[in-house]
């Protein structure tokens, strides 16, 4: 006794706990277990892969990969968001018919939206709801955010984070959807700018301005007909085609894997 956890014992316990959080509240419990797997792919908060594992008895089992670079730059709320977006891949591919590769299809979409999550492929209020490219954004008064909440009580925390975010990953954290959220459900800031992290220890926690911002900073957006275009942080754009506003994908892109 007396002896400390080991950082990465802590790290899984604490996903690990999350998922059992969310299986659940929004899920009642029916979901299967899975490896969660901690990656850093360019880009992508998460992804889904079907049976991805296989153990020596012969069992496979599904991954669920988290991009720690954004556990201290996003809202919590939006980490959380990821899981249960993954977890509802999870679902599809236990209980439902998931189609073809990335697709994410409308049964797909209308589970997220049973469960208070809005699928939107610009991440914001209209953009479309099923894509190869698919975010989402909480539903206020949702079955998603009330399971937050819940688990805020709780004292619910990630206590290992990226010390050096790359600045785009910083810029897409502080326009997220989950900085206008309250804090009782994870979101209003990020956990770099909390008082549980020195802010000596993370690298780079500031958005570069628009002076100051170079190639490497610069985001993704689009609008709901599909068009792209690069900017920096803080643009607001309309698309002359679809009336529709652009939103930021490099927060929400994210690769779906289903392997056969
Ligand atoms: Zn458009
Ligand atoms: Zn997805």
Known sequence: ???????????YAELQAAYDHFNQALYGGTLPTCLITL???????GYFSSQRFADLDGQTTDEIALNPAYFAVVPLV???Q????????LWQAHYGDPGRGRYHNGQWADKMEAIGLMPSSTGKPGGQRTGD???DYA???GSFLMACAELITRDFRLSWYDRYPAPEVVAA?????????????????TPAQGIAVAASLVVRPVVATATTANRSNRLKYACSCGQNVWGKPGLRLRCELCESVFGITNLTEEVDTITL
């Open 1 to 11: 006794m007396g002896r400390k956890i080991t950082p990465t014992a802590q790290n």
């Open 39 to 45: 990656q850093r792919e360019k880009r992508t908060c």
């Open 78 to 80: 939006e980490t959380m």
């Open 82 to 89: 990821t899981l249960v977006h993954e977890m509802a891949h």
């Open 133 to 135: 490219r698919m975010a």
């Open 139 to 141: 539903i206020e008064g």
């Open 173 to 189: 954290g502080q326009e997220s959807e989950g900085m206008h959220l309250s804090a009782a459900v994870g979101g209003g800031s």
